[in-house]
């Protein structure tokens, strides 16, 4: 697994702790689905200005959010049986390329305080959710949404990480 690092965020001491511990969560997300292939993932640390610029660039919403997935695959790695197309890996790695994930650290903290759970718990969401999406799950339909909740507890409990 690579994980293409980028802390975005201006005089940010903790980027080095956040990357190590956003590979776990990388990690067992995939452990938790299934997928033993050899991936790439982007990873972007930024501050809430960045990621409502993105935001709105992206998605036509001008406000901050607490994370953002670009997913490069067009469909769910478990309903395709794991199967990828040439087209999906890089030749240079051989890995599969499945996009990027701009979490905002600002927005997280607040978001910790808000709800009660510590940052890393709350960080540790942001980047289990964020690949989910990579992988082709969503939250449009509550089945979904209840599937995607159950993993990102899953993987989070795997760090002893729980809801406060």
Same mark, same amino acid.
């Given at each position: %697994?690579? =994980?293409? *690092? #980028? ?11 956040? *990357?190590?511990?956003?590979? +776990? ?12 292939? /050899? ?10 200005? #960045? ?5 709105? /660039?992206?998605?036509? @919403? ?5 994370? $953002?997935? *670009? ?5 769910? $790695? &478990?309903?395709?049986?794991?199967? =990828?197309?040439?087209?999906? @890996? ?12 701009? =979490?905002?650290?600002?927005?997280? !903290? #607040?978001? !910790? ?12 969401? %942001? ?7 990579? $992988? ?11 599937? %995607?909740? !159950? %993993?990102?507890? &899953?993987? $989070? +409990? ?7």
């Amino acid at each position: %697994m690579t =994980v293409d *690092f #980028e802390d975005r965020r201006e005089n940010a001491a903790d980027g080095d702790e956040l *990357f190590r511990f956003a590979c +776990g969560v990388i990690q067992e997300t995939l452990s938790v689905d299934g997928i033993s292939l /050899q991936v790439n993932v982007g990873l972007s640390l930024v501050d809430n200005e #960045e990621i409502r610029r993105i935001n709105e /660039q992206f998605r036509d @919403i001008d406000e901050a959010t607490d994370v $953002l997935s *670009f997913p490069m695959l067009d469909y769910d $790695l &478990k309903s395709s049986g794991g199967a =990828v197309s040439a087209g999906d @890996i890089d030749p240079a790695s051989n890995e599969l390329v499945l996009g990027d994930i701009v =979490v905002s650290v600002e927005r997280v !903290a #607040e978001q !910790a305080r808000e709800y009660g759970h510590s940052f890393q718990r709350e960080f540790g969401y %942001m980047v289990t959710h964020g690949m989910l999406h990579l $992988l082709g799950y969503d939250h449009i339909e509550e089945a979904d949404t209840q599937v %995607m909740r !159950a %993993m990102e507890e &899953k993987v $989070l +409990g795997s760090f002893s990480l729980y809801r406060d």
